[in-house]
């Protein structure tokens, strides 16, 4: 019933920039805290950055100053802008979304997760 589909992932050289985008699709009432979290093979899911129908915006020590989340309500969708890349910032990012929506006449709250953006940073 809810859908997140991640874009904007490639290859960049350590310094550059990317920028990631999530758009949540389906029968959505409305979505709370928007994330972006990464996850290195073997690795846990950890949290990149956080934002909240507000505004509100929360990040990892490690993007703090490089990385920007934000997010277009009208659109269903969050951005991840990443400058100053390094080559520990090689992951899988995922799109997380908190929202309500509506399955089999019942409004529902769940989390729902992307398939996952690939990020690769060379030295």
């Known amino acids: 019933q809810v859908q997140l589909v991640e874009s904007g992932g490639g290859l960049v050289q350590a310094g550059g920039s990317l920028r990631l985008s999530c758009v949540a699709s389906g029968s959505i009432s409305s979505i709370n805290t928007m994330g972006w979290y990464r996850q290195a093979a073997g690795k846990q899911r950890e949290l990149v950055a956080a934002?909240?129908?507000?505004?509100?915006?929360n990040y990892a020590d490690s993007v703090k100053g490089r990385f920007t989340i934000s997010r277009d309500n009208s659109k269903n969708t969050v951005y991840l802008q990443m400058n100053s890349l390094k080559p520990e910032d090689t992951d899988v990012y995922y799109c997380?979304?908190?929202?309500?929506?509506?399955?089999?006449?019942?409004?529902?709250?769940?989390?729902?997760w992307g398939q996952g953006a690939q990020v690769t940073v060379s030295s």
């Open positions: 934002i909240t129908s507000g505004g509100s915006t």
């Open positions: 997380n979304a908190d929202l309500q929506y509506r399955s089999g006449g019942i409004y529902r709250r769940g989390s729902s």
